[in-house]
């Protein structure tokens, strides 16, 4: 099991820039995929970037180019950077680990961080 505490989120200008940041506990943090999620008020929760133990990386639509996501499994944790932020960009952002062993998928929340974005 892992538990994840994410960091970083606050109040942000229009086409400023935030760094998000996942703490993971565990020892075998590089064997899960890991990813962040956001939730605006009234919306679904949405997938925004994934990245994989091998470092693979897939983007929404709606923020590849300004959003990057990144891992250092010597400390545990993946990244968000956002740069460019927009207004719709306004959440609560999830880290999420996900681990497949033999047949079993289990996913793991953090608790979330909000991300304001000024118009």
């Known amino acids: 099991q892992v538990q994840l505490v994410e960091s970083g989120g606050g109040l942000v200008q229009a086409g400023g820039s935030l760094r998000l940041t996942c703490a993971a506990s565990?020892?075998?943090?590089?064997?899960?995929?890991m990813g962040w999620y956001r939730q605006a008020p009234g919306k679904q929760r949405e997938s925004v970037a994934h990245?994989?133990?091998?470092?693979?990386?897939n983007y929404a639509d709606s923020v590849k180019g300004r959003f990057t996501i990144s891992r250092d499994n010597a400390k545990n944790k993946v990244y968000l950077q956002m740069n460019s932020l927009k207004p719709e960009d306004t959440a609560v952002y999830y880290c999420?680990?996900?681990?497949?062993?033999?047949?079993?998928?289990?996913?793991?929340w953090g608790q979330g961080t909000q991300v304001t974005v000024s118009s």
């Open positions: 999420y680990a996900m681990i497949l062993v033999l047949t079993t998928v289990s996913g793991y």
């Open positions: 565990g020892r075998t943090f590089s064997n899960y995929g």
């Open positions: 990245i994989t133990t091998g470092s693979s990386t």
